[in-house]
């Protein structure tokens, strides 16, 4: 099945440094690639859409200055997180769509990326 | 490996009762979450369970049986806004998500 892959699993880092998060599709392309943010036993909050090749976009009320995305190719997207602060600490999970071939509505989400800021 | 395994998709009738089965083969386990997620929107949570047993919200119920690697969730008195995706997801034992592939559910009246 559709493999997406996330690097790294866990982060700590100082409040004011910048974190990078990798998001892959393994083994198909996907134009489409999602950026959700998780917090303990809550629904995903849809952060923005990552489409290959153009400009995110973001939901309301998330900063796109602060979390910077770029969808470089069809298997990579990548959510920069500016200037972390403690409020910032969260888990990031990324989602990828098939290009075609299979059912559009179908996401395929990662394992998370666990970001602490101290 | 790591594997979920849930039907990709199953059929119900307005006003009863389905059942959507959920099997894990995981590193470690730290609960495992049930998510609803329509066409076009976020998944939203809909039960946690860590410990055996059954849990039930409203129309909504989730069960599970660490010993088996055997989840369930069960949906009552199902209506025709029920249509949606349902995505079960495994906490390992390094805190990652292992997502099951989803099973989408259509419901007839």
Not at chain 1, 45 to 57: F, Q
Not at chain 1, 95 to 115: H, I, K, M, N
Not at chain 2, 80 to 107: E, F, P, R
């Amino acid at each position: 099945g559709a493999v997406v892959s996330q690097h790294p699993s866990w982060v700590i880092c100082k409040s004011g440094t910048s974190v990078k998060i990798e998001c892959r599709s393994l083994d198909f392309q996907a134009t489409t690639m999602f950026w959700y943010r998780q917090f303990p036993k809550q629904s995903l909050m849809l952060m923005a859409t990552s489409n290959e090749g153009s400009k995110a976009t973001y939901e309301q009320g998330v900063e796109k200055d602060k979390f910077l995305i770029n969808h470089a190719s069809l298997t990579l997207s990548t959510l920069t997180v500016t200037s972390a602060h403690p409020e910032d600490s969260s888990f990031y999970i990324c989602s990828a769509r098939e290009v075609e071939g299979g059912d559009t509505d179908t996401q395929y989400f990662g394992p998370g990326t666990r970001l602490t800021v101290l | 490996g790591q594997n979920i395994d849930q039907p990709t998709e199953m059929t119900a009738t307005e006003g009863a009762i389905v059942q959507i089965n959920c099997t894990y083969q995981t590193s470690g386990f730290n609960g495992l979450f049930w998510y609803q997620q329509h066409a076009g929107e976020a998944p939203t949570f809909l039960s946690y369970n860590v410990l055996d047993g059954l849990e039930e919200k409203g129309r909504f119920s989730s069960f599970l049986s660490r010993s088996k690697g055997y989840s369930y969730l069960l949906l009552k008195e199902l209506q025709m806004k029920d249509s949606a995706s349902y995505l079960c997801a495994v906490l390992d034992s390094n805190y990652q998500l292992i997502w099951g592939a989803g099973t989408k559910l259509i419901i007839k009246p």
